[in-house]
Protein backbone atom coordinates (compact mmCIF):
# COMPACT_ATOMS: atom_id res chain seq x y z
CA UNK A 1 0.00 0.00 0.00
CA UNK A 2 1.23 3.38 -0.86
CA UNK A 3 -0.14 6.85 -0.21
CA UNK A 4 1.49 9.60 -1.70
CA UNK A 5 0.82 13.04 -0.54
CA UNK A 6 1.64 16.18 -2.72
CA UNK A 7 0.66 19.62 -3.18
CA UNK A 8 2.05 21.75 -0.22
CA UNK A 9 4.63 24.44 -0.41
CA UNK A 10 5.58 28.27 0.58
CA UNK A 11 2.58 30.64 0.42
CA UNK A 12 1.48 33.80 2.50
CA UNK A 13 -1.00 34.09 4.72
CA UNK A 14 -4.68 34.17 2.80
CA UNK A 15 -3.49 32.21 0.17
CA UNK A 16 -4.64 28.90 -1.30
CA UNK A 17 -3.08 25.45 -1.29
CA UNK A 18 -4.78 22.14 -2.70
CA UNK A 19 -3.25 18.87 -1.33
CA UNK A 20 -3.24 15.17 -2.84
CA UNK A 21 -3.03 12.05 -2.14
CA UNK A 22 -3.04 9.31 -4.26
CA UNK A 23 -3.52 5.54 -3.18
CA UNK A 24 -2.31 2.58 -4.49
CA UNK A 25 -2.38 -0.82 -3.56
CA UNK A 26 -5.58 -1.11 -1.64
CA UNK A 27 -9.57 -1.11 -2.20
CA UNK A 28 -9.32 2.51 -2.32
CA UNK A 29 -13.43 3.35 -1.99
CA UNK A 30 -12.86 0.81 0.94
CA UNK A 31 -11.22 2.96 2.72
CA UNK A 32 -11.79 6.04 4.91
CA UNK A 33 -9.95 9.04 4.77
CA UNK A 34 -8.30 12.04 6.45
CA UNK A 35 -5.30 13.99 6.74
CA UNK A 36 -3.47 14.91 9.54
CA UNK A 37 -0.74 17.69 10.63
CA UNK A 38 1.98 18.16 12.58
CA UNK A 39 3.91 21.56 13.52
CA UNK A 40 7.54 21.80 15.05
CA UNK A 41 7.24 20.53 18.60
CA UNK A 42 4.02 19.67 18.60
CA UNK A 43 1.67 16.59 18.06
CA UNK A 44 0.08 15.21 14.98
CA UNK A 45 -3.28 16.28 14.78
CA UNK A 46 -6.38 14.88 13.05
CA UNK A 47 -7.64 18.24 10.77
CA UNK A 48 -10.17 16.30 8.61
CA UNK A 49 -11.30 13.29 7.35
CA UNK A 50 -14.39 11.56 4.75
CA UNK A 51 -15.56 8.19 4.92
CA UNK A 52 -16.08 5.22 2.59
CA UNK A 53 -19.63 4.55 3.41
CA UNK A 54 -21.59 7.87 3.11
CA UNK A 55 -18.34 10.32 1.81
CA UNK A 56 -19.61 12.22 4.97
CA UNK A 57 -16.82 14.88 6.25
CA UNK A 58 -16.11 15.77 9.55
CA UNK A 59 -13.60 18.49 10.53
CA UNK A 60 -11.19 19.83 13.24
CA UNK A 61 -12.34 23.30 14.72
CA UNK A 62 -9.40 24.74 13.67
CA UNK A 63 -9.64 24.44 9.87
CA UNK A 64 -13.49 24.45 9.96
CA UNK A 65 -15.27 26.51 7.31
CA UNK A 66 -11.66 27.20 5.68
CA UNK A 67 -10.68 23.67 4.60
CA UNK A 68 -12.61 20.93 2.20
CA UNK A 69 -11.99 17.61 2.00
CA UNK A 70 -13.09 15.31 -1.21
CA UNK A 71 -12.32 12.24 -2.97
CA UNK A 72 -12.53 10.79 -6.67
CA UNK A 73 -12.88 7.09 -6.29
CA UNK A 74 -12.43 6.70 -9.71
CA UNK A 75 -8.74 8.16 -9.24
CA UNK A 76 -8.01 6.64 -6.33
CA UNK A 77 -7.44 10.09 -4.86
CA UNK A 78 -8.08 12.04 -1.93
CA UNK A 79 -7.93 16.09 -1.93
CA UNK A 80 -7.61 18.84 0.53
CA UNK A 81 -8.47 22.23 -0.67
CA UNK A 82 -7.16 24.76 1.76
CA UNK A 83 -8.32 28.63 1.61
CA UNK A 84 -7.65 31.88 3.89
CA UNK A 85 -4.41 30.10 5.02
CA UNK A 86 -2.81 31.19 8.37
CA UNK A 87 0.93 31.29 9.53
CA UNK A 88 -0.74 28.75 12.72
CA UNK A 89 -1.35 26.30 9.18
CA UNK A 90 2.00 25.88 9.21
CA UNK A 91 3.03 22.21 9.55
CA UNK A 92 3.85 18.64 7.55
CA UNK A 93 0.42 17.30 6.22
CA UNK A 94 0.00 13.67 6.75
CA UNK A 95 -2.90 11.54 4.43
CA UNK A 96 -4.04 7.99 6.25
CA UNK A 97 -6.39 5.70 5.00
CA UNK A 98 -8.70 3.25 7.97
CA UNK A 99 -10.71 0.57 7.06
CA UNK A 100 -13.56 2.01 9.41
CA UNK A 101 -16.58 2.65 8.66
CA UNK A 102 -16.92 6.19 9.63
CA UNK A 103 -14.40 9.05 10.50
CA UNK A 104 -12.26 8.61 13.62
CA UNK A 105 -10.10 11.23 14.98
CA UNK A 106 -7.13 9.20 16.57
CA UNK A 107 -4.32 8.20 14.49
CA UNK A 108 -4.32 5.06 16.12
CA UNK A 109 -7.20 3.68 14.13
CA UNK A 110 -5.19 4.59 10.89
CA UNK A 111 -4.10 1.74 8.68
CA UNK A 112 -1.59 3.42 6.40
CA UNK A 113 -0.42 6.74 6.22
CA UNK A 114 1.32 8.71 3.61
CA UNK A 115 5.17 10.12 3.88
CA UNK A 116 3.90 13.70 4.36
CA UNK A 117 4.03 17.03 2.08
CA UNK A 118 5.13 20.46 3.85
CA UNK A 119 2.72 23.73 3.67
CA UNK A 120 4.59 26.81 4.91
CA UNK A 121 2.47 29.65 5.46
CA UNK A 122 4.44 33.14 5.78
CA UNK A 123 2.53 36.26 7.24
Known amino acids: VQLQASGGGLVQAGDSLRLSCAASGLTFSSYGMAWFRQAPGKEREFIAGVSWSDESTYYADSVKGRFTISRDNTKNTMYLQMNSLKPEDTAVYYC?????????????????WGQGTQVTVSS
Open 96 to 112: AATSRAFVVVTATNYNY
